[in-house]
């Protein structure tokens, strides 16, 4: 099986004042073309690094990617490298000089000197073409591994790979494998209980592999299935899939690219019915969530955010002796937040949470990340008490995120 | 000088299917702490390959920092990584199985079986605390280099970093050169705007270099300066900043981790003044922004979400004949809103956003984009249009900072 390593070149990436999202895209693509990638680099704007750098990725890969140093500045030293590594000289390509021109009057702008190192390239080198900048990317063979330059520019990089690589990669691929990979997204429980319910289908080297990721406590399985031709990875794919949705049941709320907030919204549709919000320790994000999915007026009429107590009482008709008796942050007061929402926008359900994000406000009896979530419905009450960890961040997350999810396991009854 | 290296251990992110933020987050953090990062590595999960890369990257710094891996599943693998490296054995302490299963029994869990190897770490190594999930990390020496493993999770590993290494290591970085950055975060204009006012201060080469990003209509200045010591560092950060700000006035919003949420906020609060908030198609994302910050029930009060027309006549007294003649999305309307929150809320400013977030419901009058945000107070009232581009999600956050951005110019009155 044919394998990747990228390398990403820039001082600026290593000083952490961009975050890397070319080798991130980069690895997604190639997956997707049935090429995994093995290793990813990041390095300097030095040139013998650059040639340790492609001897190591040489030595693990068949396909090396170079991201960034193509631009005209001294700092811009990835075609030197690549030139140092193969032994050879860069070598002056006057139909580039030609292109870099273009690019200039094309846009009334008068070149720079400095750009004219772009139209060199190491000897015996393809150049590829840059429709969107300056710098051209640059295509190579050497020691029986391709070496490809592209531009570090997020939006050029990925128009030269489209443009020039696929194709080129593709048949590298061919014959070879098909990558598919299909996410499963499960929430209300943690990573090791899953773990331990999937058991050997985690194993290393299983084929599908199953990973797992964690972000906001929405745990995802990640199958990835490697075979022949696509038929053989759907098929494997949809025997794991079945398998997982058996063991894990109702944790299941998605695949692939669906949000609670969606499945929570489809589902409200398909039975048309409607759902209002009050939210206080949440501040406004359950109501985010919700409209981040288009259409969602479908079936979100009216959310709350009644951050202080006399909030509550005048919009929701928390009765105040309540407030005083158990506290805005109580199981009582999420009661009566939900249902108020629910009568007062005459919606078919209401959710009401309150609890204390932090970093202050934490008592022994209530401490942070203390948070009541009530899904209310005519003759029909269904309520939490959750302590979460961490931050207030995610506190607020995870409170909303287990808000849609109780209404997602009371939509499913 | 005391180098470092990285490297982030993870199928998911030689897969792209996790951006990997950590390796950036800690390039910053080292580079603050006068220790530059010479190499990022990022592997899969397999210990020989670990192995590998451990020698690699002792072989250029001095520090080599670890994230990943340390999770309680049979992928997770780093701490056998680097005990092979080391060619210790993995060693059982006891006092990290207690700290593992207090963990779970504060929150009424009971811990899984697979959490007990997380109980295990090289022999001769030091565990260090998690006090945000149950993977602890790890730290040692060897062959005179220091070696730190930290959890994948970013929130685990920005923690575990500064309650444990920042200290360790600032002790390393001492005596070398200084490397001071500052943000300024402007809103209210392009980037091209701003380089051409900042001109020659932006050129390469400069020290400090002034570096530009964007997010979501904020665009960041950071100022990196390099100098012999902080006092050196400080004053030419100090020289620059106000430089900046002179030329920028008021697009300068805030610096380094401020946001405008924040800024507005702590303005509020000096004033003694309050807020309330009617959104419509920001969906509760500003309420969401408002509340971020802890503390924020001290001046805002209310916000509603009045998705619906019904709920913009019911609950703000929005004129049901004004919707009708014209329409929700107009300034008529905007003004409606934000009045009547204000009002309703008896606070001292009422915003109200109501646009097109798409993808669906523009047209040629109306276009997906457009967006009518108030600021309403007694006496005076500021009103904007805009056409916002991009994709909803885009479209929802520029509106929710640019109604922010208004009411932030409005108190500077």
Known sequence: MKKASIISVGNELLGGQIVNTNAAYLGRQLLSMGIPTVSCYTVGDEVDLIVETLSWAAGQADIVLVTGGLGPTDDDVTRQGLAKFMGVELEFRSELLRQISEFFTGRDLKMAEKNKIQAYIPAGARALANNLGTAPGIMAEYGGKIFVCLPGVPSEMKEMFAESIVEKLGQ?????????????????????????????????????????????????????????????????????????????????????????????????????????????CTGGLIGKLLTDVPGSSDYFTCGWVTYSNEAKVRELGVDKGLIEKHGAVSEEAACAMAKGAREKAGTDFGIGVTGIAGPGGGSKQKPIGLVYIVVDAVGQRDVQRYIFSHLREHIRLRASLAALNMLRLRLQI
């Open 172 to 280: 590298s691929g061919e014959g070879q494998v098909v990558v598919i990979i299909r996410k499963l997204h499960c929430f209300g429980t943690g990573e090791s209980v899953i773990a331990e319910k999937l058991g050997d289908l985690m194993r290393r080297g299983r084929n599908p592999v199953i990973n797992c990721t964690v972000s906001g406590g929405v745990i995802t399985l990640h199958i990835v299935a490697t075979a022949k031709d696509k038929s053989g990875a759907d098929e494997m794919i949809e025997k794991d899939r079945s398998e997982l949705r058996e063991i894990l049941g109702d944790l299941v709320y998605g695949e692939d690219e669906q949000t609670l907030a969606e499945v929570v919204g489809a589902k409200l549709r398909e039975r048309k019915e409607t759902l209002a919000v009050a939210e206080s």
